[in-house]
């Protein structure tokens, strides 16, 4: 079965360094979301992709945060200074069209679990 | 924009039903979800039901929507162990495929 690919599965990072994570989406899926998981609370959308193009990144931190599909297969989000406040789970998931009026499954990956000190 | 709300835990013990409550406040979502999160793991859907519909069972699985009072219930027949986890409900409204989570409930099953 088709599965969304996470990398590193767990980072630990100094504050103010720069940290990077990787995903893979489920082949032929056009739609990625990043998402952040703050300890003990829901997920929250970062910023969707349909394709390389960016659809929704108005809870995106963009001081630190930055995130890229450049050809439009897999993503890598990025903080650069990481603050303390950064240490989360970071998920990403994908859909295979999204945005569009009817029910669209957003398949997860298994998150990158990051801690900064 | 969305709120979604759910209480924090809930204890049942093993072949039980648990029902886990999920109230959310925009009238206009479109389908409402149920994710499953296991510790340090990814989310898994469960099931999702449509704004039009009043009740879906799959399985063990059944949700009720009531949209009056925008209240989603999932419940879980015969309570597994393997039924621990953190359940998330999640909506989307309109055209837009961004959902909003609730703050997730702890089910532990106990023997």
């Known amino acids: 079965e088709a599965e969304v690919a996470q990398s590193p599965r767990y980072k630990i990072t100094e504050k103010s360094q720069a940290v990077a994570f990787w995903c893979d989406p489920i082949s032929g899926h056009a739609t990625l979301y990043w998402y952040r998981q703050i300890l003990g609370q829901g997920p929250e959308l970062l910023v969707q992709f349909q394709d390389e193009s960016v659809v929704d990144d108005s809870q995106l931190p963009k001081d630190r945060f930055s995130a890229e599909r450049l050809k439009g297969v897999d993503s890598t989000l990025k903080i650069q200074p990481a603050e303390l406040g950064d240490s989360a789970m970071y998920l990403c998931?994908?859909?295979?069209?999204?945005?569009?009026?009817?029910?669209?499954?957003?398949?997860f990956g298994p998150g990158t679990r990051l801690l900064v000190l | 924009g969305e709120d979604v709300e759910q209480s924090l835990f809930l204890s049942v013990r093993e072949g039980d039903s648990s029902v886990i409550n999920c109230t959310y406040t925009d009238s206009s979502s479109t389908y409402l979800y149920w994710y499953k999160q296991e510790p340090g793991a990814g989310l898994q859907l469960l099931t999702y039901?449509?704004?039009?519909?009043d009740m879906k069972q799959d399985q063990r699985l059944t949700v009720l929507l009531n949209k009056k009072d925008k209240h989603l219930s999932l419940r879980i027949a015969d309570t597994q162990t393997g039924d621990s986890a953190i359940y998330f409900c999640?909506?989307?409204?309109?055209?837009?495929?961004?959902?909003?989570f609730g703050t997730g409930t702890r089910l532990q099953v106990t023997l």
């Open positions: 998931a994908s859909s295979q069209l999204g945005g569009r009026m009817y029910q669209e499954t957003q398949y």
């Open positions: 039901i449509f704004s039009n519909m």
């Open positions: 999640a909506g989307t409204t309109g055209t837009a495929s961004k959902l909003t």
